[in-house]
């Protein structure tokens, strides 16, 4: 046995050869030196491991070198890959922090590659010539659509919320209603947020139920500012009662403190006209007088990852100068798109139709059903008898903390395979080339098409055919 083991580890070809045959071959052409290097290492150690630990699996094939050439080529090509891959969203979840959020059309795009492979007048003043700030250009904009004194823009709605703490209240007491000490995806909490920021957290009220006075009864000496925080992805009902943003901004002048709320996601649009539950937009909440908002860039806004801050001058340029905003800044490529998405608020239709949240919340139900239908027809036309399938009308989501409980009339086709595990459906389509991401209901695989773009859905089908 150890002899036989011995004479196959000494069977296994140098690196260096199986490298000269790999050059040899017009498949490794354009794949970089290092990459098949490494592939090659790592299929030889395979090998030798697989000798040593079973070798009753180890056969002459196994150490055929046209084998081996085989294993390198699939591993370096799959390295030559990035991480990092486009994927069809089938969940329905159209603000979905796990799939990237939120998409850009191509009028972002267009400015993002100009600004991205030239130089640009990031800080620089082309009226002096002198060095110029970096949020100049998006400050006007964003004070113009949401009626604002002030903007500066940071890294996410996370950083933003903790730097407006970190300048107005580190050292002292945030008061904040204990209904909303939310955790959004596990890394954001806001009693964590708080603490890092360096300000003390003070709970008011009960889970279910907060009053004025108990904010009120909360202020003393060492108060630092009111916090409301919306409540983002969970909804409290039955025996509730909160206290509205406009008690407390009355509140805080009477006492002279500063009043923030962290927005989360930020309604530049009024999405109630378009059938969904009524909620503050941005402007709304500056006419009730409060002094600091911070909301996202890439939930409802649609735009890229960033953290908006906006209220009074006087605090804006206090979080300016803070140190910690230096570390939570915005590159350029954030900038340029940011600029390029909200230049389309200015023209509501515009945004709807060129901002690809928007467009797909607003898209009406018939438009889903004919892009579901288009699959329906496809796997109809496979007469498959393995396959099951059915046009169900079930509800997508927006996501992303976004309007929790509200549900959007969706289209979706399920799907069953005879003889093959839900589970097992669900991670076919997901380990595609392209992965589609679906969902599991009622033991159907679920694909929902009101997040599939018109061009993924000829992907679907042809995976569909591949799977069955
Ligand atoms: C989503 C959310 C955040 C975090 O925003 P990011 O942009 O994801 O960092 C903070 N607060 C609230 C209320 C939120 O909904």
């Known amino acids: 046995m150890k002899i036989e083991k011995n004479n196959y580890l000494k069977k296994i070809p140098k690196v260096d050869y199986i490298y000269e045959l790999a050059q040899k071959r017009n498949e490794f052409k354009g794949i970089y030196r290092k990459i098949i290097i490494r592939s090659i290492r790592k299929i030889l150690e395979e090998l030798r491991i697989l000798i040593i630990t079973d070798i009753t699996k180890v056969d002459k094939d196994l150490l055929d070198e046209t084998n081996i050439l085989d294993k ?25 922090t796990n799939l990237g959020r939120s998409l850009f059309s191509s009028k972002i795009i267009e400015n993002l590659n100009i600004i991205a492979s030239n130089y640009s007048n990031l800080e620089f003043d082309l009226k002096t010539g002198k060095r110029g700030s970096r949020y100049k250009c998006i400050e006007q904009i964003i004070c113009d659509l949401t009626g604002a004194e002030s903007a500066i823009v940071v890294n996410n709605n996370a950083a933003a919320v903790l730097l407006c703490l970190n300048s107005l209240s580190k050292g002292k007491e945030a008061v904040i209603s204990r209904s909303e000490l939310v955790e959004i995806g596990g890394s954001f909490r806001i009693p964590d947020v708080m603490e890092t920021s360096g300000t003390i957290m003070r709970e008011v009220g009960t889970t279910n139920r907060t009053h004025l006075k108990d904010y009120e009864l909360a202020v003393n000496e060492q108060t630092g500012i009111l916090l409301k925080v919306h409540q983002s992805n969970f909804g409290i009902i039955g025996f509730t009662s909160s206290v509205d943003l406009i008690d407390i901004v009355k509140l805080g002048k009477k006492y002279k403190l500063p009043v923030m709320k962290d927005a989360g996601s930020g309604y530049l649009i009024d999405l109630s006209k378009y059938g969904l539950t009524k909620e503050l937009t941005v402007s709304e909440i500056i006419k009730t007088g409060v002094d600091i908002v911070t909301f996202s860039g890439d939930k409802l806004i649609g735009g890229p990852q960033a953290g908006i801050i906006i209220g009074k001058k006087k605090y804006i340029e206090k979080i300016k100068y803070n140190p910690l905003n230096r570390a939570l800044r915005i590159d350029k490529l954030t900038l340029a798109a940011l600029e390029a998405t909200l230049m389309l608020y200015q023209d509501e239709n515009q945004a709807l139709k060129n901002i690809p949240s928007l467009t797909m919340i607003t898209e009406s139900p018939e438009t889903i059903e004919s892009k579901a239908q288009i699959c329906i027809d496809f796997i109809e036309n496979l007469n498959c008898n393995k396959l099951t399938y059915s046009k169900l009308y079930l509800s997508s989501r927006v996501g992303g903390g976004s309007l929790p409980v509200e549900k959007l009339k969706s289209c979706c086709v399920g799907l069953k395979i005879h003889g093959m595990s839900v589970n097992k459906i669900y991670n076919h389509f997901k380990n595609q080339e392209i992965p589609i991401i679906g969902r599991i209901e009622n033991d159907f695989f679920i694909m929902d098409f009101r997040t599939v773009k018109q061009n993924e859905i000829l992907i679907i089908c042809e995976t569909i055919k591949k799977i069955v």
């Open 72 to 96: 390198v080529l699939k591993s370096s090509i799959s390295a030559m890959k990035p991480n990092l891959v486009k994927v069809i969203n089938a969940t329905g979840v159209i603000i979905h």
